[in-house]
């Protein structure tokens, strides 16, 4: 609380901003970003206070519990990429309210605020050159790193679609303002989204999002899919798929064979109106899908994430148990979220396949109440997590 203290009077510190309100939110999510990229290597925390003036003095703000969350929830909601490591929290200073935002600086710079790198630079916030993103990109601690930014030994560049990267992939990851100047080389792009380990070699991430031949490095990366003509494994096969490629691609297919397979039913209102009732709400399926690629550990095996469809119920096996704070006791409740994979999260976020962090099964289980499908039902392992969806009576 001293060091807080000190901090919060420190005018000449550029580890501090402070904030009179939450009017413009964007503002503080800009002095996340900068932080979290930590341009002059401070390696320390930086400290947002809100309900501060810029001399230091009260604002006067009430600090509420809403407040608070939405704060928070900067973290989650995916315009940070990738997600920050911050915390949030309610002080007394002399009397006075305020919130405080800390922001550890990451291991896998540069992060960006909606495509775009926020710095600091002394007292200010800036927008990254290109220069100082080559800067950002070099500075990952390789040791350090989540598996999904390890290097691949045995790739090279030319393991990579780059026409995928450049035609679809960058368009989506940086604001048009910051591509539009861009003069960055091919190898700095790739590496600026983490693509490529700053040895050239690319990473996991790179091979899992433009592979050409993903199952040459990662063999686990694919989803088996099995139709089964009855409720047992036993029971003949109906039908069956091995869908791998790179990410955008698998995720496309795989929402394909969930809709082919999905039955729609067909009843009538008293007024003659067509009610058409699947046997499961697809998006439902989709996030549970979508949530066994993003969180499955890829490190040490060769176990793909499997799907199996019964006649009675759809079973979604994933490889890996729970990670970092998420437990078998506290798994799928709201707020509480962990990523084995947190550069992989961002892409399924700028493909389009993830909206907000951390609500995957709390749509699932509102989409299936709003269908009359029974509740998901999970069994959480130490190395493995199976989610079981009822079919609707």
């Known amino acids: 609380m001293q060091e807080l203290r000190l901090m919060l009077w420190d005018l000449e510190s550029d580890l501090v901003e402070r904030k009179a309100s939450l009017s413009d939110p964007d503002r503080v999510r800009q002095a996340i970003c900068a932080y979290a990229n930590d341009l002059p290597d401070h390696r320390r925390q930086g400290v947002i206070f809100v309900g501060a003036n810029d001399d230091g003095s009260c604002a006067g703000l009430s600090i509420t519990d809403d407040l608070l969350l939405r704060l928070a ?65 070099e500075r990952r601690r390789s040791r350090d790193l989540p598996f999904d930014l390890h290097s691949v030994p045995s790739a090279t560049i030319r393991d990579l679609d780059l026409d995928i ?19 960055r080389s091919m190898d700095d792009k790739l590496k600026a989204l983490r693509f490529l380990a700053p040895n050239g070699q690319p990473t996991v991430l790179g091979i899992l999002v433009l592979g050409t031949d993903v199952l040459r490095f990662i ?10 003509e009855g409720e047992k494994l036993t029971d003949p096969i109906r039908d069956q798929k091995m869908i791998d490629g790179p990410l955008q691609q698998l995720l496309l297919r795989i929402d394909e064979v969930l809709q082919v397979n999905n039955s729609v039913s067909t009843s009538l209102t008293s007024h003659h109106m067509e009610i058409q009732s699947p046997e499961y709400p697809l998006p439902a399926l989709q996030q549970l899908a979508r949530n066994a690629v993003l969180h499955r550990i890829y490190e040490g095996t060769n176990s793909p994430v499997r799907i199996y469809w019964f006649s009675d119920r759809i079973e979604i096996h994933s490889p890996g148990g729970p990670f970092g704070q998420v437990t078998s006791e506290n798994f799928g409740q709201a707020g509480i979220t962990d990523y084995r994979n947190p550069h992989l999260a961002e892409a399924m976020r700028v493909l389009g396949y993830v909206q907000r962090f951390g609500l995957g099964i709390q749509i699932a289980r509102q989409q299936l109440d709003a269908n009359g499908n029974p509740p998901p039902e999970f069994l959480i392992e130490q190395n493995h997590i199976l989610a079981t969806v009822w079919r609707r009576p």
């Open 73 to 137: 929830q900067m973290r989650d909601d995916g315009k940070i990429q990738p997600i920050p490591s911050i915390s949030v929290k309610k002080i007394e200073v002399d009397g006075c309210s305020m919130a405080v935002v800390a922001v550890k600086p990451s291991l896998a710079p540069p992060v960006r605020l909606n495509g775009v790198t926020w710095i600091r630079v002394g007292p200010r916030r800036a927008i990254a050159t290109p220069e100082e993103e080559k800067i950002l990109a």
């Open 165 to 183: 990267f450049e035609r679809e992939y960058l368009r989506l990851a940086i604001a048009p303002e910051i591509l539009a100047q861009n003069t």
């Open 219 to 228: 063999p686990g990366a694919y989803i088996q899919f099995l139709r089964f």
